[in-house]
């Protein structure tokens, strides 16, 4: 063991027994390199982030000007900054007109709570209706209303008045009443191993909503920012979500969420309690400056427009007897295998080979896939040669 493993794992908290373990030393696209001059296919975007990859030219400007500008200069929501008008303006223009209203954090779960708070303080109700194995974030709320049992049981009493169904089970829907404030899902369930719901599923839980009056929250913080092949994974399903959540892969890099909703809405979190939600770093200028520049460029370089594309040679590439099944949408994927021992095995193997796969959350038997949207048809190639190795070692 060198000196900066010693000291990554004696003085920085750990996550795990098992940390993955490797030293970056820069970035680029969908590559990062060691100190050894190393490199790795970052083939899961840092976790749902890099999605216009590794360190964008224009992502770097725009965030180089604004630190010659300024950086923090005030708590959020009282003075008036250019980077947090425009993001907020250019959000309003891509979404539709009741999403026209955006509250800027710093993070996922920080976008769900403020979420949770705006829904229980708009409607005056409190139950809040969540779906089995799904993951809204770490803090206390974000978690008492994610569905993995096994990661919350050290952590109660959590939230109380929060109701479990199952994702993607219409009858099930008959537990939103008129005493729920709002449902909280995942567009598309990321950490339960990429699983997409039916378009007649979607179409009834807006229903059901409307029906009750309660609100729906949908968290776009994984499945957002174009990596379904839309811009947002709602637009594939012609509803509308009362409040959107997004993080991750909104800030090109820099940490930024947000959560968004109708102007009329978010006024209720000005008076009774005054300043019903604040931070002090969120819409950070420094962020904001990114988190603009990378919505730009997903649309000026028409990121879109492939993703289905290569989301599909992935599919042809990944031919293997050891495969059970892979779920995707766009470029986001769950490969499936036989056990947890031979994926971990998987992605231990395709490290040593320089490609970067990871697991999930709540589904052991499987591995993620998410590159930038920015990966090439040889870059594709490449990186799937490598799993077929990685898994044909394993
Ligand atoms: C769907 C979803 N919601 C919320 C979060 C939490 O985001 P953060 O880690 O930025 O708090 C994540 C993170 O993986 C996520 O995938």
New binding site residues.
């Given amino acids: 063991m060198n000196f900066s493993q010693e000291v990554f794992l004696r003085n920085l908290a750990q996550t795990t027994d098992s940390p993955y373990l490797i030293s970056i030393e820069r970035a680029e696209g969908i590559y990062l390199y060691g100190p050894d001059g190393k490199r790795y296919i970052d083939l899961i975007s840092g976790?749902?982030v890099s999605n216009i990859g590794h360190r964008h030219p224009k992502v770097v400007k725009a965030i180089k000007d604004q630190v010659d500008k300024h950086l923090h200069v005030m708590v959020y929501g009282e003075y008036i900054q250019s980077p947090s008008n425009l993001l907020a303006k250019k959000l309003s223009e891509l979404l539709p007109a009741n999403l026209n209203c955006s509250f800027f954090v710093n993070?996922?779960?920080?976008a769900?709570e403020g979420a949770l708070k705006l829904a229980k303080r708009f409607t005056g109700r409190t139950e809040i209706v969540s779906c089995r194995k799904s993951?809204?974030?770490?803090t206390h709320g974000?978690m008492s209303v994610s569905g993995n049992e096994i990661k919350k049981m050290a952590f109660r009493p959590l939230l109380p008045d929060v109701r479990f169904i199952d994702f993607n089970v219409i009858e099930d829907l008959e537990n939103i009443t008129a005493r729920t404030a709002c449902v909280i899902m995942?567009t598309i369930q990321?950490?339960a191993g990429v699983r997409i719901p039916s378009k007649k599923y979607m179409k009834a839980i807006r229903q059901r909503c409307d029906e009750t009056g309660a609100l729906l929250i949908l968290?776009e913080?994984?499945?957002g920012m174009g990596r379904t092949g839309s811009l947002f994974a709602f637009q594939h399903y012609d509803i509308v979500p009362d409040i959107l959540t997004v993080?991750?892969a909104f800030g090109g890099g820099l940490p930024i969420?947000a959560f968004i909703s109708s102007d009329e809405k978010m006024r209720c979190l000005t008076h009774d309690p005054m300043l019903g939600h604040i931070t002090t770093f969120g819409g950070n200028p420094v962020c904001c400056a990114s988190a603009l520049a990378t919505l730009e460029t997903i649309e000026e370089e028409k990121l879109l427009a492939n993703v289905e594309t290569k989301g599909k040679l992935f599919e042809k590439y990944l031919q293997h007897e050891r495969i059970r099944g892979i779920r995707r949408i766009g470029l986001l994927f769950a490969i499936d295998f036989e056990s947890a021992e031979l994926v971990s095995r998987i992605v231990q193997e395709g490290k040593m080979r320089g490609v970067i796969c990871y697991w999930f959350l709540s589904h052991p038997n499987s591995f993620r896939i998410a590159p930038p949207l920015t990966i090439t048809p040889e870059e594709i190639k490449e990186s799937c040669d490598l799993i077929l190795q990685a898994i044909e070692n394993a």
């Fill in positions: 976790i749902g993070s996922g779960t920080e769900n993951y809204h974030g770490s974000s995942e990321g950490d968290d913080i994984q499945c993080a991750k969420g």
